[in-house]
């Protein structure tokens, strides 16, 4: 993942969120933060369609009936991949210090068009609700992916992120 714009986003900071990130990195799908404004809580960010994709390079394509395209569960997984860009570099909820995160629900999933092979996936993430206290955060997003102008997927998800939270029983 690469960050052209520096501040608190810059390589170091990113490399520092990759390596100790709940998940490896081939689960996490986004390649380029764009831009993130801390005070209105939005990141920008970019997918490239061509990377390997797990569900994504299970499917049988057939370009009139099922072009090859971005699945709806990968663009569900890029939606947790901004929360938590959102809980690490926002509120602090750094995985290294005893934070985890879920998401908690989907309000709403909108898949309005096919996410295409090729062109770069353009990601907008925006929190809409915070309550944030010293060990958990709950925040809500609004998500909007777009692919050559068109909106290929809108979002209404809350997650939920803990501090040294013992998740062994429920």
């Not at 990130?21 to 993130?36: G, H, I, K, M, R």
């Not at 060990?135 to 609004?142: E, I, T």
Request: charged share 25%.
């Amino acid at each position: 993942m690469t960050n052209p714009k520096g501040g608190p986003f810059g390589d170091e900071a990113l490399a520092h969120f990759l390596e100790t990130f709940l998940y490896t990195q081939d689960a996490f799908f986004v390649d380029e933060v764009l831009s993130a404004d801390a005070e209105a809580r939005v990141i920008t960010a970019r997918m490239d369609t061509t990377r390997h994709l797990p569900i994504g390079s299970c499917q049988r394509v057939d370009p009139k009936r099922h072009p090859a395209h971005v699945s709806g569960p990968e663009l569900i997984l890029l939606t947790g991949n901004l929360g938590c860009l959102h809980a690490y570099f926002f509120h602090g909820c750094r995985w290294d210090e005893g934070w985890s995160g879920f998401g908690s629900r989907i309000h709403r999933a909108d898949f309005r068009d096919l996410t295409r092979i090729g062109p770069p996936l353009l990601l907008r993430s925006e929190e809409t609700k915070t309550r944030v206290g010293p060990k958990r955060a709950v925040l809500r997003f609004a998500y909007e992916f777009t692919q050559e102008g068109r909106v290929v997927y809108r979002g209404d998800q809350s997650a939920m992120f803990v501090k040294d939270a013992d998740l062994t029983e429920g």
